[in-house]
């Protein structure tokens, strides 16, 4: 018996780990895929606190499971199938066996949709990027296109154009699933050109991103349009479908939490992108993993 199971270990759940730890909490971590997360989809991060020069990506998460270790923890290859309650015990199955524990912290995170088009992989982290928040200071004064017709499309355009010389907004329709207001600000805003009925076919460039072949829907035309940077927002996916009908999701599958990281079933808590929340940034997601390991060791006094 378990008195914690870590589901995740990027951001979220090693800080959690590394907060249980000092708890004293007999504690396990299992990581589906390899330690650190998204984050290691980009080189380096240039907005954690204490590094103005930026820091290499995967000397943060290095840093981040050492200390996480020195506590005699270790993350475990284990990909988490389902979540089955017993009692006030759960019963966490993965590819290997089950495991129980009485308290369970999910920091399973989430992935931005891709295009799926010819180009988009290879130039990640040179030019194609999911985040605004992120990577907009980088493109300052360069021409950048923004793709999708959501309120995190638009509300990113809006961002970037703080930084851009020019954005262009491509979006496969004419009108917007964003709200109207915001629709609104966008359409007042200078920098921002709308490339409507249209779809991105494919990025080019030799090392960085150097354009984009863009195509009309309705008249079949291309478009050439010259960029240093391509935003797409065509959606967040949470890895919450294994324990989506155990605890109360949003409509997307977001995991709702309250300021204390407890998810709708008691012994259960959430933190980091997988979470229904305002912002989505490691320091975020740090910040969410130590609370939900302070619920939980709350929780574990208590009961
Ligand atoms: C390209 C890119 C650039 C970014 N740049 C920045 C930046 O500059 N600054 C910034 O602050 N943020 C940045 N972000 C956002 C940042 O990466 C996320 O906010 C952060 O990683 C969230 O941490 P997390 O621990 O909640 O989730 P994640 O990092 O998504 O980690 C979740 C982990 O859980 C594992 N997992 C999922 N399901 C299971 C399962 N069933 N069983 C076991 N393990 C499972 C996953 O494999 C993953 O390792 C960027 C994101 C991307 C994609």
């Known amino acids: ?16 780990a590394l907060y249980a730890g000092r708890f004293k909490i007999y504690t396990r971590i299992f990581e589906k895929l390899s330690c650190g997360g998204q984050i290691l989809l980009s080189p380096s991060i240039e907005n954690y606190p204490g590094f103005p020069e930026g820091v290499s990506t995967f000397d943060l998460i290095d840093k981040f499971k050492k200390q996480v270790e020195d506590l005699g923890l270790k993350v475990e290859d ?37 295009l799926g088009i010819k180009g988009e992989d290879k130039f990640i982290g040179k030019g194609v990027s999911y985040c605004g928040t992120c990577d907009g200071p980088l493109f300052k004064d360069k021409d950048i296109l923004v ?21 262009h907004l491509v979006h496969r329709r004419s009108e917007f699933r964003a709200s109207g207001i915001l629709v609104d600000k966008v359409k007042a805003n200078p920098k921002i050109k709308f490339v409507l009925d249209s779809v991105v ?7 960085k991103v150097e354009r984009a072949r863009v195509k009309n829907v309705k008249t079949g035309k291309d478009l050439d349009i010259l960029c240093q940077g391509v935003f797409i927002f065509v959606g967040i996916v949470p890895n919450t479908g294994f324990i989506k009908n155990l605890i109360k999701t949003n409509e997307s599958g977001f995991i709702t939490i ?27 997601a740090c910040g969410d993993g130590a609370t939900a390991a302070d619920s939980a060791h709350k929780y574990l006094l208590k009961s």
């Open 1 to 16: 018996m378990h008195d914690l199971i870590i589901i995740g270990a990027g951001p979220a759940g090693l800080t959690a």
């Open 78 to 114: 284990e990909n988490v199938l389902e979540v089955i309650p017993d009692g006030r015990i759960y019963n966490v199955k993965t590819e290997s066996g089950i495991f129980k524990t009485k308290t369970i912290i999910i920091a399973s995170g989430a992935f931005s949709k891709r």
């Open 147 to 167: 793709v999708g017709g959501g309120d995190r499309a638009l509300e990113d355009a809006m961002f970037l154009a703080n930084y851009a010389n020019i954005v």
């Open 201 to 207: 076919e494919e990025i080019a460039g030799e090392e």
């Open 258 to 284: 309250d300021q204390k990281m407890h998810t709708s079933r008691e012994g259960i808590f959430a933190c980091g992108d997988c979470a229904e929340k305002g912002l989505y940034q490691v320091v975020s």
